[in-house]
């Protein structure tokens, strides 16, 4: 029993003396890691004032005085071509242009490499590095974009008609709000580096084309059935039944001249056909279809070419938007102003290439399906033939001043049933479409056959406006009575003096003028 008590007494004693031990060797390396961690911090603590110093090292070349450079692009690094170039050439830098030397140069580490694009401007220190990107100026030479390449290249027209091929800058692109760049955008260029930096929105060429989806449809035109008739048969049915007409080997017409007296509704005309396009295309939004009204008299530019260059957009626009598969209309109003004869300038023969422009733009329009122009003239008689042939312009229309079956169709439309109508007007005759008949009528016999020569939907519509306008003065005087509201058929006729007085004044003005 003594000897067993004996044996766990002396196993105990090596327990603890075992114990002991490894607290001991514990303890050691603690002390060892102790001191492994006064190094470490040590070195941790030296490696901060070294990284200091290489902060402040980097923050001294920023250091007075700069140059200036231009960047063309920035190179990363890449495994060197062996035969080719050395290891240093492979290494990361940025091309730039410098007193009119092309150089590749360094970039400071503190820098953001994504800001360094084309044509940006930036700081080079003494040793060439570079250490700043600068905001744009916003200052340059101007150039027209001629032509789209691939890969962000544009063909651009700068002084003296001359022709370069530069690169649109990413900071070009997304200062757009589409981020699309279109022929005969205007564009700033640096031509020592290639580079379009920006493009400018100039308002020149968006005044001469007004870009619109027209909300005018057949329904809103009166007095010109028989013309509505001839252009739907003329635009609707070779673009809505294409299929139709490839079969019986029929082309659709490229253009169409509406001619005739002024005021007589050619513009609306040309408006609808975009609108009935779009709505015979199936489209829900009538924003399918696009308008291009070219006001004739503002293309014409003192300088040689600019002309050109606008009709040149214009069918440029119409192409971009056709391809698309919306419909388009160019309508260019006054077409006499600008397409004349040739060879009938008194003191310029700016049309002598003007229409030749033009036919070459018309020429061109065969590839497209979607892209008809329409001309509206009051002097059809001034147009180049050769505008007029077959193949070009071939449909012409006459848009005719309009007689009393037609007057009462305009009335109808600017007289709507919506207008008010005197009380007691529509207690005469019962009803407030019968006192609307009425009223109607009064005006067309009035005006017809007496006044015949001058109708048109535009001085039809100006004595239905004098009569309203005279119905909301009588309203007003008589301080806004129920029994004084509402168009008379005296405020109608009174318009109908009004409006005939001052179109025989304007004729006899003119008569006086060319004697």
Known sequence: MTEELQSKLDQAHRQIDSLRQRQRDLQQQLQTAGRHNDRLSGLLEATKGQIEQLKEALEADGQTPFTFATIIGYRPSHEAVAGREIAAAAAPGCDVLHSGRKLRVSVSPLL???QLTPGSEV?????????????????????????????DRLVVTTRGEEERVVRLSAGAAASQEDSRVRVGDAVVVDLRTGTATEIVPLSEVEDVVLEESPDVSYRDIGGLSEQIEQIRDAVELPFLHADLYREHGLRAPKGILLYGPPGCGKTMIAKAVASSLAEGAGEDDAGSAFFLNIKGPELLNKYVGETERHIRVIFSRARERASAGNPVVVFFDEMEALFRTRGTGVSSDVETTIVPQLLAEIDGVESLDNVIVIGASNREDMIDPAILRPGRLDVKIRVQ??????AREILAIHLGAEVPLRASLVAEHGSHEAAREALIEAVVTTVYPAHAEFMSGAVLSNIVDRAKKAAIKEFLAHGQSTEAKGITKEHLLAGVADEMA???AMVANLEGSLR
Do not use: C, F, M, S
Not at 126 to 138: C, F, K, M, R, S
């Open 401 to 406: 001043r309009p007689g009393p079956d037609g």
């Open 123 to 151: 700081l080079l220190n003494e040793n060439y590095t570079i250490i700043a990107v600068l905001e744009p100026e916003g200052t340059g030479e101007l150039a027209r974009v001629k032509e789209i390449l691939h890969d």
């Open 112 to 114: 953001d490499v994504e």
């Open 502 to 504: 001052e179109q025989r």
